[in-house]
């Protein structure tokens, strides 16, 4: 029995993907830090008005008041501290 030579040709693709290697499987994503500035250490203080906050040396903050303007770039390993007119914490973030 012979094979048409049509089947044969559509065959021939089937025949050599099953030889090629197998691909590499993909890197794995990097880890991401979920706190790569310490905010966590300062969640205690949130609620408190004009809490004493110390801050590591080095360690890079910025205290900003929620009714003014502020920048908006991202700078993961800096802290910001959110305060109200009333010097009220309300939030302690990594940006």
Known sequence: MKLPLSLAVLA????LA?????A?????PETVSVDPCGAARYSHLIGQTSPTISVPEGQMYRIAREDRPMTMEM???RLT???????KLLSVSCS
């Open 81 to 87: 501290f959110i305060v109200d007119s009333r010097g």
């Open 18 to 22: 099953a030889c090629t290697p197998e």
């Open 75 to 77: 700078i993961q390993d």
């Open 24 to 28: 590499p499987p993909p890197p794995e």
């Open 12 to 15: 021939t693709p089937f025949a």
